[in-house]
C-alpha cells in the first residue's frame, strides 16, 4: 500500500461540471500539496494546506488531519484544466515528498 | 522573479557524452532539489541542496553529480547514461529545508538517452 493514494486514476468529465480529487495519506504530514502537471512537464503548486481549506479562483481543496484526507474540487470545470494533479505529502522532518501517483483529468468540451 | 528557469528544455545525448544541466531561480530560496520523472509516474527525489550543501543524496548513481556553486544556481552532471536514465528531471526550489512555504518546480529538461 502506498504512503500517498489518489482516486480516481483517471477522470473524464463534461465542461462545467463540478469535480473532486481523493487523496488519503497513511504517514504523519507537516503539510499536504496539490500540485498541477500539464502535458509539457512543469509542474505548478496549487496548495499547501496543514489544515481546514483553501480557495483559489474555481479551485477549492480541503483537508481533515484526524482522517488523514484531502480533496481537491475545481468548480464549473473548462478543458483547459485538463492535466496531471499530484497529491504529494510533506513529512515533518521536512524536505520530502512523497507523492501519490496522480489523477488524470480531461475535460471535454 | 517567481520562477525556476531549467535549461535546456530537451536533451539527446549518447551513452558516452558529458552533458549537465542547469537549474536557476532569483526568489532567494536557499533549498533547491533535482527530481526524475519517468512517463505517467509521479517525480523520485533525487538530490536536495540546502543551503549549498549536499542535504540529501536518494542513494542516486555516481554517473549523475550534483553541484550547487551558488544560492541561485544548482547544476546536474551527466555522464556515461544508461537508456533507462531517459526521463523528465525537475528541479524545484522552496525557502528554506523545510518547504512549509511551498515548492516552486522549473518546466524540466527532457532528458533522451541514445
Known amino acids: 500500500k502506498n504512503e500517498v493514494e489518489q482516486s480516481p486514476q483517471n477522470l473524464t468529465a463534461q465542461e462545467g461540471e463540478f469535480i473532486t480529487i481523493n487523496c488519503s495519506y497513511s504517514v504523519g504530514i507537516s503539510a499536504l500539496h496539490w500540485l498541477q502537471q500539464h502535458p509539457g512537464g512543469g509542474i505548478v503548486s496549487l496548495f499547501m494546506l496543514s489544515s481546514g481549506k483553501k480557495k483559489h479562483g474555481r479551485l477549492i481543496a480541503t483537508i481533515n488531519i484526524q482522517e488523514k484526507h484531502s480533496s481537491l474540487h475545481i468548480t464549473a470545470s473548462h478543458p483547459r484544466d485538463s492535466a496531471v494533479y499530484i497529491c504529494a505529502a510533506e513529512g515533518t522532518s521536512g524536505s520530502r515528498l512523497t507523492f501519490g501517483e496522480g489523477t488524470q483529468l480531461t475535460v471535454n468540451p | 522573479d517567481t520562477e525556476v528557469t531549467q535549461t535546456p528544455k530537451h536533451l539527446v545525448m549518447g551513452m558516452t557524452n558529458k552533458k549537465s544541466l542547469k537549474c536557476e531561480q532569483h526568489m532567494g530560496h536557499r533549498a533547491m532539489y533535482w527530481y526524475k520523472q519517468k512517463a505517467k509516474k509521479p517525480p523520485e527525489l533525487m538530490f536536495v541542496y540546502s543551503y549549498e550543501k549536499l542535504s540529501i543524496n536518494e542513494s542516486v548513481p555516481s554517473r549523475f553529480s550534483p553541484e550547487c556553486p551558488n544560492s541561485s544556481l544548482l547544476n546536474l552532471h551527466l555522464h556515461a547514461l544508461q537508456p533507462e536514465d531517459s526521463a523528465l528531471y525537475l528541479c524545484?526550489?522552496?525557502?528554506?529545508?523545510?518547504?512549509?512555504?511551498?515548492?516552486?518546480f522549473g518546466s524540466g529538461t527532457r532528458l533522451t538517452v541514445v
Open positions: 524545484a526550489s522552496s525557502p528554506a529545508g523545510w518547504g512549509h512555504y511551498g515548492y516552486t
